[in-house]
T-cell receptor, first 116, second 112 residues
Framework: GAVVSQHPSWVICKSGTSVKIECRSL??????MFWYRQFPKQSLMLMAT?????????EQGVEKDKFLINHASLTLSTLTVTSAHPEDSSFYIC????????????FGPGTRLTVL | QQQVKQSPQSLIVQKGGIPIINCAYE??????FPWYQQFPGKGPALLIA?????SEKKEGRFTISFNKSAKQFSLHIMDSQPGDSATYFC???????????FGSGTQLTVLP
């Protein structure tokens, strides 16, 4: 099956700093990547949809200036949490939709962000 | 209208039992219904998926039953094992963007 990786798998940072999370499709080209956040014992909430070479589409209530998304290539999307605060602490998960995969999204292993 | 309602919130069964998780939706534009399994600290993994033109799909021990008229679908896990203990999410998607709408999740515990 298709593999999606995320880096780092966990990160701890101080309040006010910025953190970048990478999402890579390892063995396929992803036309669309999605970013989710998940709080403990809750469901996944879609934050944004990114298409290669174009601006991301953010869900209502998600601050685009705080959560910067770049989808520079068909295998890489990045999420930067700017000026992170403790309330941004969460599990961030990306998924990728391939060129030839009509529906199946492949999920990354997630990144645990803790902001002190 | 975009919601997918999932029940129960948690479920405990004995090994060998058949847990059933149910989901309901309102948006008739949904055209793809996957189920995901998630272990703690990991990303979701696709288990099985169905389209609305099929009433049932079976893959290994996992079966989806789909009732288009009732706008409901369910996951059955045959001969459940302790290793199946995880959180299960139903989801639905529609439109060209193929964004997933997730249910609230069901925490399944299979006792040995």
């Amino acid at each position: 099956g298709a593999v999606v990786s995320q880096h780092p798998s966990w990160v701890i940072c101080k309040s006010g700093t910025s953190v970048k999370i990478e999402c890579r499709s390892l063995d396929f080209q992803a036309t669309t990547m999605f970013w989710y956040r998940q709080f403990p014992k809750q469901s996944l909430m879609l934050m944004a949809t990114s298409n290669e070479g174009s601006k991301a589409t953010y869900e209502q209530g998600v601050e685009k200036d705080k959560f910067l998304i770049n989808h520079a290539s068909l295998t890489l999307s990045t999420l930067t949490v700017t000026s992170a605060h403790p309330e941004d602490s969460s599990f961030y998960i990306c998924s990728a939709l391939g060129l030839l995969m009509i529906d199946e999204q492949f999920f990354g292993p997630g990144t645990r962000l803790t902001v002190l | 209208q975009q919601q997918v309602k999932q029940s129960p919130q948690s479920l405990i069964v004995q090994k060998g039992g058949i847990p059933i998780i149910n989901c309901a939706y309102e948006n008739t534009a949904f055209d793809y219904f996957p189920w995901y399994q998630q272990f703690p600290g990991k990303g979701p993994a696709l288990l099985i998926a169905i389209r609305p033109d099929v009433s049932e799909k079976k893959e290994g021990r996992f079966t989806i039953s789909f009732n288009k008229s009732a706008k409901q679908f369910s996951l059955h896990i045959m001969d459940s094992q302790p290793g199946d203990s995880a959180t299960y999410f139903c989801a639905a998607t529609s439109g060209s963007a193929r964004q997933l709408t997730f249910g609230s999740g069901t925490q399944l515990t299979v006792l040995p």
